[in-house]
């Protein structure tokens, strides 16, 4: 008799709860009095509850109030506010991309406009931002459906997923920075007066312009803008012969928080602000100076034409007199 065991299968590791729920392989929680209570229903009033007011507004007692139990009644669900967060996070996630596009360009672009939505319709998505391994089956989803907007594309497999995540960067990123939500009004409407041409010299007539007024129209071009200057990278990238993945140093952080780098930063931006002031004395020198010299320009044809016509005069004279 073989006394060989066949072949051997790694254990599957035990799941947080959470990643256990999002993946169905939980064990269904012992039911309360209120049998109809499930994990569903309490991540949806979760996430009602941060749509309205904001992800800080969630908490175990709000939720519970929400679904009308006891707060320690959802414990049998969640095991606390991370579980609840990561659950909220996967369920806003569910997102589903037609994905018939002609071209990559136009598969990733419907791709983006449908993660955006969701990011739209659940602002506090970009206070979870996407980490650079999605863990949960939505999550994971985004990456399947972009996958497919790149399938035929002659890109290495290890560059398709960091471009989804870049992309995915972006979207996050700029859902976050274009929101208005935390910006204190008078602030917005004082930096046309506090971002000085001395100080941002470049900067501050964008600002003067309201490159920074809340209007959904440029907050729209924008994010177009920058999705397709991403999409050029990509295609300069894809042009290449080489198009292996580029590494960069990554900077200790104890440089910039080093006393010596931190000096010489403020020297150089001292020298900048110097320079700027010097190119702008330089400036308003040459610009008197050609007034001067086009003041004297006006000034000797002025005088140059009252001779001509002096001239012109005294010809006139003796002309009338000769004939006389």
């Given at each position: 008799?073989?006394?060989?065991?066949?072949?051997?299968?790694?254990?599957?590791?035990?799941?947080?709860?959470?990643?256990?729920?999002?993946?169905?392989?939980?064990?269904?929680?012992?039911?309360?009095?209120?049998?109809?209570?499930?994990?569903?229903?309490?991540?949806?009033?979760?996430?009602?509850?941060?749509?309205?007011?904001?992800?800080?507004?969630?908490?175990?007692?709000?939720?519970?109030?929400?679904?009308?139990?006891?707060?320690?009644?959802?414990?049998?669900?969640?095991?606390?506010?991370?579980?609840?967060?990561?659950?909220?996070?996967?369920?806003?996630?569910?997102?589903?991309?037609?994905?018939?596009?002609?071209?990559?360009?136009?598969?990733?672009?419907?791709?983006?406009?449908?993660?955006?939505?969701?990011?739209?319709?659940?602002?506090?998505?970009?206070?979870?931002?996407?980490?650079?391994?999605?863990?949960?089956?939505?999550?994971?989803?985004?990456?399947?459906?972009?996958?497919?907007?790149?399938?035929?594309?002659?890109?290495?497999?290890?560059?398709?997923?960091?471009?989804?995540?870049?992309l995915l960067g972006y979207i996050a990123l700029y859902a976050k920075a274009s929101s208005n939500a935390a910006v204190d009004d008078a602030?917005?409407?004082?930096?046309?007066?506090?971002?000085?041409?001395?100080?941002?010299?470049?900067?501050?007539?964008?600002?003067?312009?309201?490159?920074?007024?809340?209007?959904?129209?440029?907050?729209?071009?924008?994010?177009?803008?920058?999705?397709?200057?991403?999409?050029?990278?990509?295609?300069?990238?894809?042009?290449?012969?080489?198009?292996?993945?580029?590494?960069?140093?990554?900077?200790?952080?104890?440089?910039?928080?080093?006393?010596?780098?931190?000096?010489?930063?403020k020297l150089v931006e001292k020298a900048r602000i110097d320079l700027r002031q010097a190119e702008s004395k330089a400036a308003d020198a040459?610009?008197?100076?050609?007034?001067?010299?086009?003041?004297?320009?006006?000034?000797?044809?002025?005088?140059?034409?009252?001779?001509?016509?002096?001239?012109?005069?005294?010809?006139?004279?003796?002309?009338?007199?000769?004939?006389?």
């Open positions: 008799m073989s006394t060989d065991p066949g072949p051997q299968h790694a254990e599957t590791p035990v799941l947080p709860h959470a990643h256990a729920v999002t993946w169905g392989v939980a064990a269904l929680p012992h039911r309360g009095p209120k049998r109809e209570l499930t994990t569903e229903r309490i991540v949806e009033a979760a996430i009602a509850i941060a749509d309205e007011h904001g992800l800080e507004a969630v908490s175990m007692g709000k939720v519970a109030a929400a679904v009308g139990v006891a707060p320690m009644s959802l414990y049998r669900y969640v095991t606390g506010k991370d579980d609840l967060l990561l659950l909220m996070y996967d369920t806003a996630s569910e997102i589903t991309v037609p994905g018939a596009a002609e071209t990559w360009r136009k598969g990733l672009r419907e791709w983006a406009m449908f993660v955006r939505a969701a990011y739209d319709a659940h602002p506090w998505l970009a206070d979870l931002p996407p980490s650079s391994t999605p863990t949960t089956p939505n999550r994971l989803a985004i990456i399947e459906a972009g996958l497919t907007a790149l399938e035929g594309v002659r890109m290495p497999d290890d560059g398709k997923v960091p471009t989804l995540l870049l602030v917005r409407r004082a930096l046309p007066e506090l971002v000085t041409d001395e100080r941002f010299p470049l900067l501050a007539p964008a600002v003067r312009a309201g490159v920074f007024e809340p209007v959904d129209t440029d907050r729209d071009t924008g994010f177009g803008f920058g999705l397709s200057r991403l999409f050029d990278g990509i295609e300069r990238w894809l042009e290449r012969t080489d198009n292996t993945a580029d590494s960069i140093d990554r900077l200790p952080t104890a440089i910039t928080s080093d006393k010596q780098v931190r000096e010489a930063a040459v610009a008197k100076v050609t007034d001067r010299l086009r003041a004297a320009e006006s000034k000797a044809e002025a005088a140059a034409e009252r001779e001509a016509a002096k001239a012109a005069l005294k010809a006139a004279k003796a002309e009338a007199k000769a004939r006389r």
